[in-house]
């Protein structure tokens, strides 16, 4: 008979789209509040690679990521990116701008091997996890570097993620290691 294993505890993460700095600013606040204690937060980039959230969150996108401090169970992935669409609307809301999506609000986990994201959309490269989401696996860590997938989004393959990413990594490592 075999023994079954739980997955091991893993890293949110968080990816912020906003249409400037004061969405950026209330989107942070407010993942703090509902998910607890960021222990990371990146530079903030321009996110140019495509102009696909253009006519919802304006012509100059802002991104940023927060890593949350609390180690979770992966299985909640599904139930966070509910959370989180929940949040971009109360957002949206409070922030009064003339878009329809000022913030968009992109979980995911990083575990040791790799970099999911959650999705509200289906493709041919996503699986079902649940409760009306799918996830990818959009990088890859192999032989001490991050890798992008055929599939990996162009603003994902940049230096500059991949060393964020890395940092959130190297504090798994030493989550994990004192849980023993």
């Not at 949350?68 to 669409?85: G, Q, R, S, V, Y």
């Not at 949206?92 to 992109?106: E, F, K, T, W």
Request: charged content about 25%.
């Amino acid at each position: 008979m075999w023994k079954l294993k739980g997955p091991k505890p893993v890293k949110l993460i968080i990816g912020i789209l906003a249409a400037d700095h004061q969405c950026l600013h209330a989107a942070i606040e407010a993942l703090i509040d509902k998910l607890g204690s960021a222990d990371f937060v990146s530079d903030v980039w321009l996110f140019d690679k495509t102009d696909y959230y253009k006519d919802q969150t304006g012509p100059h996108i802002l991104r940023q990521f927060v890593s949350i401090e609390k180690l979770i169970d992966p299985a909640l992935l599904a139930k966070i990116k509910h959370k989180t669409n929940k949040l971009e609307q109360k957002l949206a809301a409070r922030l009064a701008l003339p878009l329809p999506r000022p913030v968009n609000l992109d979980p995911g986990i990083i575990e040791l091997s790799k970099l999911v994201l959650a999705t509200t959309k289906n493709y041919s490269h996503r699986i079902y996890i649940g409760k009306r989401m799918y996830a990818e696996v959009t990088l890859v860590f192999d032989k001490g570097h991050w890798r992008p997938l055929g599939h990996t989004y162009p603003d994902y393959r940049q230096k500059c993620y991949f060393d964020f990413f890395l940092k959130v990594r190297t504090r798994l490592l030493e989550q994990l290691k004192s849980k023993r």
